[in-house]
């Protein structure tokens, strides 16, 4: 079963020189549970077919489904509830806001949509799920990258644990604290039933995907369906 579904999607982007192909006629689909790892040199497009995922963008050509949900015909106001209600995002930069701790950085961006003792409640098992329980009540400058990183993930899950759109989320981060958020998830994969589309130009982020996309100048190579004929894994 699909959850992301592009189909002859493009995106070119007008400048004073002449137009920009960000990404050109892209087909890929990521089944329900999979890791799927978008690589390729700066410039290759990665952070644009994320974000046409995640409709913080919109294809010029071709069609994005999400959860069975055609972007494309969705207004912008449908597009943000659609993000707060079934997607999760994290990026290289968690944005955490310093003056708040940790739960409560969880809890700011759900507000809109729950009721605060609800919600410190779940950021608090969140929390715990990703390590950081005895973290709760610090503020990120009391946290090291890897730590803040975590937060940026419980965040992202608290309000839909269904598919997790993370562009470069270790590129601010060293060899042990990468190695720390990969095995954190891979464990929320196989936990949460997580299904994961993960930009990134880190070669050892991709070796824990289980298929791998590759941009070049916006045309992507190992796209496919990620299934075979016979139903089992490309």
Request: aromatic content about 2%; hydrophobic content about 45%; overall charge negative.
């Given at each position: 079963m699909s959850i992301v579904e592009l189909r002859g999607v493009s995106r070119v982007f007008p400048t004073d020189s002449g137009p920009v192909v960000a990404v050109h006629?892209?087909?890929?689909?990521?089944?329900?549970?999979?890791?799927?790892?978008?690589?390729?040199?700066?410039?290759?497009?990665?952070t644009t077919l994320l974000n046409l995922i995640a409709g913080l963008d919109r294809a010029s050509e071709g069609s994005v489904f999400v959860l069975g949900q055609n972007l494309d015909r969705l207004s912008e106001a449908e597009l943000t509830a659609h993000r707060a209600q079934h997607l999760s995002l994290v990026f290289q930069d968690p944005h955490l806001l310093p003056g708040?701790?940790?739960?409560e950085n969880v809890v700011a961006a759900r507000l809109p949509w729950g009721n605060t003792v609800d919600l410190e409640r779940r950021a608090r098992d969140m929390l715990a799920r990703v390590g950081?329980?005895?973290?709760?009540?610090?503020?990120?400058?009391?946290?090291?990258?890897?730590?803040?990183?975590?937060?940026?993930i419980a965040r992202a899950l608290l309000?839909?644990?269904?598919?997790?759109?993370?562009?470069?989320?270790t590129g601010n981060l060293d060899?042990?604290?990468?190695?720390?958020?990969?095995?954190?998830?891979?464990?929320?994969?196989?936990e949460m039933g997580l299904t994961l589309v993960v930009a990134t130009h880190d070669p050892?982020?991709?070796?824990?995907?289980?298929?791998?996309?590759h941009l070049t100048d916006g045309r992507a190579a190992g796209a496919g369906t990620g299934v075979d004929p016979d139903g089992g894994q490309e």
């Open positions: 006629d892209v087909d890929l689909v990521v089944q329900v549970g999979e890791w799927v790892a978008i690589t390729g040199p700066s410039g290759s497009g990665k708040l701790t940790a739960i950081l329980g005895h973290r709760a009540d610090f503020p990120p400058a009391r946290m090291s990258g890897g730590e803040r990183q975590r937060v940026g309000g839909a644990a269904g598919l997790l759109l993370a562009d470069e989320p060899l042990d604290a990468t190695v720390g958020l990969l095995d954190l998830l891979t464990t929320l994969q196989s050892l982020v991709a070796s824990r995907a289980d298929r791998v996309v």
